[in-house]
């Protein structure tokens, strides 16, 4: 019997507080690890809290400075992160025509350059213990673009041109990065669409259905686990066939 056991490892998933990152949270916690959780949701950190028993921190993770203070309180804690998903996301459609400043600049920030603020304040005990899964989530919209996306595409599409970079740069201490594009899941994320749209997009997916939180989570499990011991820089696609 294959068993993935992630006893002894500390994961951090960022926006865990509902959505695609509880189910991630949970999955790892399910598999043994200690698992700490990031986001502005204090409800939904809470309630998980009960559950894995660890700390849950209220933070900004588009916040450089406070990601750097909680980081050393985090490590302070816990010695060290093995397992880092970056997880938490928004979105602001419009149109470019449309798109104000304000909606570019807080997409940008909050999912990507919280990629870089988590890897600046968390690489540190990865080399020290030569040991690191860093693992991002993308979308398939960073991967062929949307009308109304141009902000959360080009920041998707940025954190997969990151997770590369980051692949090559920590790949000879054994720290991989890889990242994840989900299709449609149902979250509260897609509960913001319309019936009509979600219907019109199920037509564009093989498989005919959205996919589930759990479904990004496995991916994330394989992706924490030695079963993926020798990947890395790669983007997996969790999409109901929906690119390829
Ligand atoms: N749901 C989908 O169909 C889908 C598809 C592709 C990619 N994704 C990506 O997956 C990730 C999770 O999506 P979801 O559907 O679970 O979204 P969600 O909106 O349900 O959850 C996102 C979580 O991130 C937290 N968060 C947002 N901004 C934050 C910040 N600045 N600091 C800390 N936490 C913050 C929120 O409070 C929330 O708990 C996102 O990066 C999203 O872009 C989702």
Not at 67 to 73: A, D, H, L, M, N
Not at 87 to 108: C, F, H, P, Q, S
């Amino acid at each position: 019997m294959i068993n993935i056991d992630l006893t002894g490892k500390v994961a951090l998933v960022t926006g865990g507080a509902r959505g695609i990152g509880r189910a991630i949270a949970l999955k790892l916690h399910e598999a043994g690890a200690r698992v700490i959780v990031f986001d502005l949701d204090e409800t939904g950190l809470n309630e998980l809290k009960e559950i894995t028993k660890e700390e849950v921190y209220k933070i900004d993770v588009s916040n450089f400075e406070e990601v750097q203070t909680i980081s050393k309180i985090v490590l302070e804690k816990y010695e060290k992160v093995d397992i880092l998903i970056n997880n938490a996301g928004i979105t602001r459609d419009n149109l470019v025509m449309r798109m104000n400043e304000k909606e570019w600049d807080m997409v940008l920030n909050v999912n990507l350059k919280s990629a870089f603020n988590m890897v600046k304040g968390f690489y540190r005990p990865m080399l020290k213990n030569r040991f690191g899964r860093i693992i991002n989530m993308a979308s398939v919209i960073g991967l062929m673009g949307n009308a109304g996306q141009a902000n959360y595409a080009a920041s998707k599409g940025g954190l997969i041109a990151f997770t590369k970079s980051v692949a090559k740069e920590f790949a000879s201490k054994n720290i991989t990065a890889n990242a994840i594009a989900p299709g449609f899941i149902a979250t509260p994320m897609t509960e913001q669409l319309t019936e009509a749209n979600k219907e019109e997009y199920k037509k564009v997916i093989p498989l005919k259905r959205f996919g589930q939180p759990e479904d990004v989570a496995n991916i994330v499990l394989f992706l924490s686990s030695q079963l993926s011991d020798y990947v890395t820089g790669q983007v997996i696609n969790c999409d109901g066939g929906m690119i390829m």
